[in-house]
């Protein structure tokens, strides 16, 4: 065991006292936060890169200093925090073995007093600087005067206001004017460490040559070593900037998720969160995994899953890029994930290189809602990222016909079955946020179209929201008297059969209530297949299983199906293996007229299971017509149903 020495301990305790000092003047919150965690790390890294100048600059080169005065006017009323860039400059250089002497300004004469006494005169300039000036014009000669003694001896920041307005007023335009106003918003303390570090540390920023090289005069010839040894500890800094700066952009990223997830209210740590401990922890530790898929039995389940381990990988501290695959599936746009994820978040390509350095956990949440069964980790050539670590959500049920290890092994070509970790998740999500995860589906998995049409009136909000609340009330009946099963894919699924409509504004209509119906049957406890939201892959092999593994089919009647099952498509596939399986008796279909009257090949028309939706934007209409097929779908007492259906009726007139 190495025991430090007592010199190394009271240097470290001095250097930790000096950052909680820097930490205070920057202002920085007291509330753990990706915001206020991101300034403690900056001020420990320049806390850090100030001592190590100290020794390896100026002690082990011997070099003189300057002597520094500041000269300021104090914070007018509504001005910036003047004293507090005072203090920052006194407390680095002092730090560093500068005499740094701050002169409030007061007069011409005082001021000239100071000046000869010191070799270095920085000047903040504001506008109540200016405005002194106004008054003593002499002022301003003194400046001049002390600036053309020698070269590099004044240094003019501008803290507030404009250089013609202020600066300017201050000294001439020949004079080097650093532009520091960022580093004052300490309301926004990311900006003022950026600029602090670009004005002050830097040895070649967006100014130029920063402050403290120029007092060093490391551009002089003689300290050539100096410089190299500055500019290779600037380096690191820079380094670790860059590093805790993408951290905190994934960071606040997650947080902002996690605060302001629809379940969060539900995502409490409790026993469901232990089985995801061990593959968690085997994922990030174990070299040869590269990929941890978790499989959950619900919608419910998948988007908790997700939560928690955003929640989980924060506490840990690990540095996570999270993305709902949702997100890109409409455009099929899997490959680019990551690349456009970081591009929201402000990543430049500097900035991504130097994240591929970083240890990295990338969480794809909902893998089921891509739209096909692709490898993330090899489309998005996560191979060229050496310290990355994948985890996946995803349902259960998505790969019921489908063997799912060729979409998450990081190398098909040459598989290492080790590579990846499964676990199956039992079902764990409460009724109530189920209900609320299946209420949360239909938009949020169209296009954009029917996004953007889905704005609804608010009374036709009302009733919809009456009767997701029916049948929620419905469900928990169901599955309390043991005729549904409280995990949705375990029920009887229904298979939807349409026909795109040609027309784009139709096919919006469409969708969106075919998606409203696939989430109401959802919300009562019935599974639903339908292509725009789970049909991927292979067309033919998802639909012929899903047509297998349904109890019920929903056959939309509109011209165009009639049309398409006449035709060599995908409806007259579907069309005839549907067909097929009713005259088995192993499936129940129910044609639903959406539009026309000739909606219907023949062996659906005068279908004693039809109902009528051709109405279906007449609130009442559908809900009508809804009702109408629940009693079809599921064993329910008439007198309980109606009891309810009266419940509904009476909250949608108070409506």
């Known amino acids: 065991m190495t025991v430090a020495s007592p010199v190394e301990t009271t240097a470290t305790i001095a250097q930790t006292n000096s950052a909680q000092a820097l930490t205070t003047l920057f202002n920085v919150s007291a509330e753990k936060n990706a915001i206020s965690q991101w300034q403690r790390e900056v001020i420990k890294a320049i806390q850090t890169f ?123 335009g020949h004079y080097l004017i650093r532009s520091y106003q960022g580093a004052l918003k300490l309301e926004s303390s990311l900006t003022a460490l950026q600029t602090f570090v670009d004005v002050i540390l830097n040895v070649s920023g967006n100014q130029g040559l920063g402050f403290l090289p120029d007092l060093l005069d490391l551009e002089k010839m003689e300290r050539a070593k100096s410089r190299s040894a500055y500019v290779a500890l600037f380096s690191e800094l820079s380094n670790a900037l860059q590093e805790l700066t993408n951290q905190y952009r994934l960071t606040q990223d997650v947080e902002h998720k996690t605060t302001h997830h629809h379940l969060t209210d539900y995502a409490h740590v409790d026993n469901s969160l232990l089985p995801l401990l061990p593959l968690l922890s085997k994922t990030l530790t174990k070299p040869v995994v590269k990929t941890g898929l978790l499989l959950c039995p619900t919608k419910g389940d998948t988007l908790l899953t997700g939560l928690k381990l955003e929640q989980l990988l924060l506490e840990e501290g690990k540095l996570i890029l999270s993305i709902d695959c949702q997100d890109y599936a409409p455009q099929k746009l899997a490959g680019q994930a990551v690349h456009l994820a970081l591009k929201r978040l402000g990543f430049k390509r500097p900035d991504i290189e130097a994240l591929k350095r970083q240890p990295l956990v990338i969480l794809f949440k909902n893998y089921e809602q891509l739209g096909a069964y692709d490898n993330l980790y090899v489309k998005n050539q996560l191979r060229q990222w050496p310290n990355v670590k994948v985890l996946v959500t995803c349902r259960a049920d998505f790969f019921q016909h489908r063997d799912y290890q060729s979409c998450f092994l990081s190398d098909p070509a040459n598989p290492q079955m080790d590579s990846l970790l499964v676990h199956t998740l039992p079902h764990f999500a409460p009724q109530e946020a189920e209900a609320l995860a299946l209420s949360s589906l239909s938009q949020s998995q169209i296009t954009d179209t029917i996004q953007d049409d889905a704005a609804l009136p608010p009374k036709a909000q009302a009733i919809q929201d009456e009767v997701s609340l029916f049948l929620q009330k419905l469900n928990t009946m169901l599955v309390d008297e043991g005729t549904l099963k409280p995990v949705l894919s375990q029920n009887p699924q229904a298979f939807i059969s349409y026909a795109w409509e040609a027309d784009k504004t139709a096919l919006t209509r469409q969708q969106r209530h075919l998606s409203r119906i696939a989430r109401d049957l959802s919300t009562l406890g019935i599974p639903t297949w339908l292509d725009i939201e789970r049909m991927t892959g292979d067309i033919d092999e998802q639909m012929a299983g899903n047509i297998k593994d349904s109890t019920y089919a929903l056959v939309i009647g509109t011209p165009r199906y009639t049309q398409r099952a006449e035709q060599p498509t995908n409806v007259k596939k579907e069309y005839l293996a549907i067909v097929a399986k009713e005259k088995q008796g192993d499936l129940t279909v129910f044609p639903l007229q959406f539009l026309g009257d000739n909606a219907f090949p023949p062996e659906f028309q005068n279908h004693p299971n039809g109902l009528d939706f051709r109405q279906i934007d007449d609130e009442g209409i559908y809900t009508q017509q809804l009702t109408a097929l629940i009693p079809k779908l599921v064993t329910i007492d008439p007198f309980t149903y109606q009891e309810q259906l009266n419940r509904l009726h009476k909250a949608r007139t108070l409506r």
């Open 50 to 172: 100030l001592s190590q100048v100290q020794q390896h600059v100026i002690q082990a080169q011997a070099l003189d200093l300057s002597s520094l005065m500041i000269s300021y006017v104090p914070k007018a009323e509504g001005g910036v925090p003047i004293e507090n860039a005072v203090q920052i400059f006194k407390h680095c250089l002092t730090g560093l073995g500068v005499s740094v002497s701050l002169i409030p300004l007061t007069t011409a004469d005082a001021l000239s007093a100071d000046q000869k006494n010191h070799d270095v005169h920085m000047v903040l300039c504001t506008p109540a600087y200016a405005q002194r000036i106004a008054q003593e014009p002499a002022i301003r000669v003194v400046i001049d005067e002390f600036g053309k003694t020698k070269n590099d001896s004044l240094h003019t920041f501008l803290c507030e206001g404009g250089f013609g307005d202020t600066a300017l007023k201050v000294v001439d």
